[in-house]
């Protein structure tokens, strides 16, 4: 079973701290990766895609790292409104099956604290 | 607006009576996915659709039915649901396979 992994904390920080989450992954076919943010009984929306040369969005900034198969995730100067689930997304795709696997993280739990 | 959306949104069933949550998106778009999302387990996929007619079980697809008889619509069916189905489900879309994706606000389902 390919599996993707996440650290599902609570990370509870401090307004204005770094925060830095990992998501590991086991299929070396992995293709495509993102990070979406889930607020309580809502559904998760894309905070960003994961591009293998790193990108950086206002505060955040996302890496992949193919040799040790995981993604990262790292926010600055976080804000209250950052609380949230953080799930990570592998997606795979076979072509002797002709089928791909899309894997949820199970999801990294933070808290910023006043 | 772009967007997905689901109905209902709340539903509360017996074991049993067969169910239809459905599930519409107005982006054109070509893939279409059902995932629930339980706690502790995290989100898991249940059917996806890659195209008009074309369907294929993700990692939980036991107890479920789908259809894709057009383009905008991607109906879960539960035609004997059981209590084990009480989860929260969302509907989700994307352009393509490898794309981001778009998720309906989710349909919150209790089988008693």
């Known amino acids: 079973r390919k599996e993707v992994e996440q650290d599902p904390g609570p990370f509870n920080v401090p307004e204005g701290a770094t925060v830095a989450f990992n998501c590991t992954y086991s299929n070396s076919a992995s293709q495509s990766f993102f990070w979406y943010r889930q607020d309580c009984r809502k559904e998760p929306k894309l905070l960003m895609s994961?591009?293998?040369s790193g990108n950086e969005d206002g505060r955040f900034t996302a890496q992949l790292n193919r040799a040790s198969q995981y993604i990262s995730l790292l926010i600055r100067d976080s804000k209250l409104s950052d609380s949230a689930t953080y799930l990570c997304?592998?997606?795979?795709?076979?072509?002797?099956?002709?089928?791909?696997?899309?894997?949820f993280g199970k999801g990294t739990k933070l808290s910023v604290i006043p | 607006e772009a967007q997905v959306t689901q109905n209902p949104r709340y539903l509360i069933t017996v074991t049993g009576k067969k169910l239809t949550v459905t599930c519409s998106q107005n982006?054109?778009?070509?893939?279409m996915s059902w995932y629930r999302q339980d706690p502790g387990l995290g989100l898991r996929q249940i059917y996806y659709s890659m195209n008009v007619e074309v369907t294929d079980k993700g990692d939980v697809p036991e107890g479920y039915k789908v259809s894709r008889k057009e383009k905008r619509n991607f109906p879960l069916i539960l035609e004997s649901p059981s209590p084990n189905q009480t989860s929260l489900y969302f509907c989700a879309s994307s352009l393509e396979w490898r794309s981001e994706q778009y998720f309906g606000p989710g349909t919150r389902l209790t089988v008693t």
């Open positions: 997304v592998v997606v795979a795709w076979f072509s002797g099956a002709g089928s791909y696997q899309l894997t």
């Open positions: 982006m054109n778009h070509e893939y």
């Open positions: 994961v591009y293998s």
